[in-house]
């Protein structure tokens, strides 16, 4: 069965640091997702990462992807008050893009100004 | 870009009513739609899949037959859920993937369930 774990599950910083959210999972998995929810919103979209070494950046959010270790980071540089949210990360465990993804727990992110 | 309309939005029904709740595609055909389940401050939690023509696919766990699932056309999927119950008073959200739409998934904007 696969596992996606998150960590830290809930993030307090102050705004201009930097920090980094983890993502671990169990089974091999050529997709790893990034999402962004906001209090009673749906999810946005932030990074698709297609493979070993995949490293995409928007703004102030850089994803990369290490398959062989099963761990994709999120990390956030010189944060501001916009970016508080819930981030999830998810794995689909077959290839292609019909499979089902497994969620993380989510990373609550709380940027203090 | 590709886009999945949910309504409604939010619902607010009695205690053994049934609500439907509908997922469109609106530029692309949706292969496959996911149906999600998430209570507050909790993580998504898959509860169906289904392919065009086809029946759901339910996660352990989920009644099939609370939770009814229609994916009649391409462009159209949805969740009815019968007799609910205050326990089912939770944020419903749909996702579509489709080989079109390259290794995305598509999620709608969701719906919140309350069941009085």
């Known amino acids: 069965e696969l596992k996606v774990e998150q960590n830290p599950l809930f993030l307090s910083m102050q705004e201009g640091k930097n920090y980094t959210i983890y993502c671990n999972y169990s089974?091999?998995?050529?997709?790893l997702y990034w999402y962004r929810q906001d209090p009673g919103k749906s999810l946005e979209s932030l990074f698709v990462?297609?493979?070993?070494?995949a490293v995409k950046q928007e703004g102030r959010l850089m994803a990369s992807l290490d398959t062989k270790a099963r761990l994709s980071t999120l990390h956030i540089t010189a944060a501001v008050h916009d970016l508080s949210a819930t981030y999830f990360c998810a794995v689909g465990p077959g290839s292609g893009n019909t499979g089902k993804l497994i969620f993380g727990q989510g990373t609550t992110l709380q940027v203090k100004p | 870009g590709a886009v999945v309309s949910q309504h409604p939005s939010w619902v607010i029904c009695k205690s053994g009513t049934s609500v439907k709740i509908e997922c469109r595609s609106l530029?692309?055909?949706?292969?496959?739609m996911f149906w999600y389940r998430q209570f507050p401050k909790q993580s998504l939690m898959l509860m169906a899949t289904?392919?065009?023509?086809?029946?759901?696919?339910?996660e352990q766990g989920v009644e099939k037959d609370k939770f009814l699932i229609n994916h009649a056309s391409l462009t159209l999927s949805t969740l009815t859920v019968t007799s609910a119950h205050p326990e089912d008073s939770s944020f419903y959200i749909c996702s579509a993937s489709s080989r079109g739409v390259r290794y995305g998934y598509t999620f709608g904007s969701g719906t919140r369930l309350t069941v009085v």
């Open positions: 289904s392919n065009e023509g086809s029946k759901a696919t339910y």
């Open positions: 990462l297609l493979s070993n070494g």
């Open positions: 089974t091999t998995s050529d997709r």
């Open positions: 530029d692309f055909q949706a292969t496959t």
